[in-house]
């Protein structure tokens, strides 16, 4: 599971977007979900990905974009939370 949530808490704020490899910047979404395909293992992506969704109906630009790019990179689910035990 890549909870961004703990990443969050346990990286310093300019590092949770991006991992360097070399030159290369990969995220560390990215590190994670290839990690578990590689070892045959399901990827799960949660915390935050609607959060706007608790108070509107309707997802940020953001939102939508960071569920694309996850998805794209080949997780698996997308967990929710708050966004779906209060959301509107």
């Avoid at 703990?6 to 977007?17: C, H, N, Q, R």
């Avoid at 990690?35 to 608790?54: D, H, P, Y």
């Avoid at 080949?74 to 967990?79: F, K, N, P, Q, T």
Wanted: hydrophobic share 40%; aromatic share 2%; with cysteine.
């Amino acid at each position: 599971m890549v909870a961004r949530g703990d990443l969050g808490a346990e990286l310093p704020i300019e590092d949770v977007p991006l991992l360097r490899e070399g030159d290369e910047s990969v995220s560390y979404n990215e590190e994670i979900i290839r990690t578990c395909q590689s070892m045959g293992k399901a990827v799960i992506v949660a915390t935050n990905m609607l959060e706007s969704m608790i108070v509107h109906p309707t997802p940020t630009r953001a939102e939508v974009s960071d569920i694309a790019i996850v998805v794209c990179k080949g997780a698996d689910a997308v967990m929710l939370s708050g966004e779906t035990a209060h959301g509107k």
